[in-house]
């Protein structure tokens, strides 16, 4: 009897221990391994890099602005581009469905990210949180170009940029305000004296070298990484705007200076043109954007920005230029169906082509085709009458963003250069009578179209 009853406790203790063993190896595998981030990594059904700097970094700063209710969006072109590459898979992920980092765990020093300012609610509330919880904030700030044009409020400082880091890893949160053209723009990162520029690497960051401009980006809510972002809903449209987006102001301090010496005409006459004028800029960029041909202000619209962020009233056109390569056969019939009908075509799509456009109230459209050679580039003329061409020639020049009578347009980045060689070194004074032919100094003689030719490249409407 007694040694069955050791049997049994014998057993009975076996059995226990086998139990509170198991117990054991569940308790670490499913608590202490989620908790401290141990266990076997690399094993099947383990979360891959989700201890990363990076990784941390952004789940923080999107816990914080979703808590604060700030409603930022993803920026990041490299992040951005591989969301686009793998979007079937990111569309199709639930939040916390995911072993593996894949987007945000990509080394690098920020990861950039951006708001709208008109609709962040609680700035220096969210400032002092982020710091709370353990970011390191930076603040840039600088005064709001849009209010340039106003003396009593020109000097308003306005916030462009924040930099939170946490750790190894930063946030750079880009501050994009919205201008009259319907558009959004942020300004330039200019650091202080007083700001460390040890803090991160500022060489490195991807925003704010010069003031930016971008179309006003439709959103989506997505899951990268096990956390939910807003991203533009065309992600590659916004990733081709960087590297094109730099930005120009009008120089309101210098068209007021111009002004004063010479007084703006205020007529009925020069108001109605005005107006005639920008609906003609508005509706001829309208046509080519839809056509997908890009465009700048050029010749005496172009010096009107430049000299006095005004349309000139007296120069009764509006001239826009557009290189040869971004010509589409459809662009007069385009125009025509807009309502402008084609006054003149002069020469070929291969040498000095000009199109002429007939707006409302005599008001004129030109649009000449730029050509571009090793060391410059020129657009052509053609003289009616007698067949003789012309060449004006222009440093090369690149393509910035402006906001010219309410509409956010392209200018030659290097535009005194440009206006220079259009209209020489007295560009500043008003000249109201202008020869096409022999006013410019960049003008030159290109020879003679031939007789049997001048029914093609001579075409009068």
């Given amino acids: 009897m007694s040694r069955i009853n050791k049997n049994v406790v014998l057993a009975l203790l076996t059995l226990t221990s086998s139990a509170f063993l198991l117990f054991q190896l569940y308790y670490y595998k499913h608590y202490l391994s989620t908790r401290n981030g141990a266990g076997l990594s690399k094993s099947k059904g383990s979360r891959i890099g989700f201890d990363s700097t990076q990784w941390r970094a952004v789940k923080k700063f999107i816990m914080l602005t979703s808590n604060q209710n700030v409603p930022v969006f993803l920026i990041d072109p490299l992040i ?163 590297p094109h987006c730099r930005f120009i102001e009008c120089r309101y301090k210098e068209a007021r200076a111009f002004f004063q010496q010479y007084l703006d005409d205020n007529t009925v006459e020069a108001m109605a043109f005005r107006k005639s004028a920008k609906e003609l800029l508005q509706l001829a960029a309208k046509t080519l954007n839809k056509l997908g041909v890009p465009f700048w202000l050029s010749s005496g619209t172009c010096l009107g920005w430049y000299r006095q962020c005004n349309i000139i009233p007296y120069s009764k056109d509006v001239d826009l230029g557009i290189f040869i390569q971004d010509y589409k056969s459809d662009i007069i019939l385009a125009f025509q169906d807009a309502g402008l009908p084609l006054k003149h075509k002069f020469g070929k799509v291969e040498d000095s082509l000009e199109l002429s456009f007939q707006g409302k109230d005599d008001v004129k459209l030109d649009i000449f085709f730029f050509y571009e050679e090793t060391d410059h580039m020129w657009n052509g003329g053609t003289q009616a009458k007698t067949g003789k061409k012309f060449k004006y020639l222009f440093p090369k020049f690149t393509l910035c963003w402006t906001e010219f009578v309410d509409m956010k347009v392209h200018v030659p980045c290097e535009t005194l250069e440009y206006i220079e060689a259009n209209y020489g070194k007295t560009w500043k004074i008003p000249v109201k009578t202008w020869d096409w032919k022999r006013s410019p100094p960049n003008v030159q003689p290109n020879g003679i179209w031939p007789i049997s030719e001048w029914d093609e490249v001579i075409q009068l409407y």
């Fill in 80 to 242: 951005l581009e591989l969301i686009n590459k793998n979007f079937e898979q990111v569309k199709n992920t639930s939040q916390g469905s995911i072993s593996q980092c894949t987007f945000f765990c990509v080394p690098r020093d920020f990861t950039a990210f951006a708001l709208q300012y008109h609709l962040w609610k609680n700035e220096e509330g969210w400032f002092r949180i982020a710091e709370n919880m353990g970011f390191q904030c930076l603040k840039i700030e600088s005064k709001d170009p849009r209010l340039d044009g106003i003396d009593s409020l020109s000097g308003t400082e306005i916030p462009l940029h924040y930099i939170c880091k946490l750790a190894a890893h930063a946030i750079h949160l880009v501050v994009f305000h919205e201008r009259s053209g319907n558009y959004l723009w942020h300004g330039h990162l200019r650091l202080k004296e007083h700001i460390d520029r040890k803090f991160v690497p500022f060489r490195k960051l991807q925003f704010g070298r010069y003031p930016g401009a971008f179309d006003r980006p439709e959103l989506q809510q997505v899951t990268v990484d096990g956390l939910e972002v807003l991203i533009p809903k065309d992600p590659m449209h916004f990733v081709e705007e960087v």
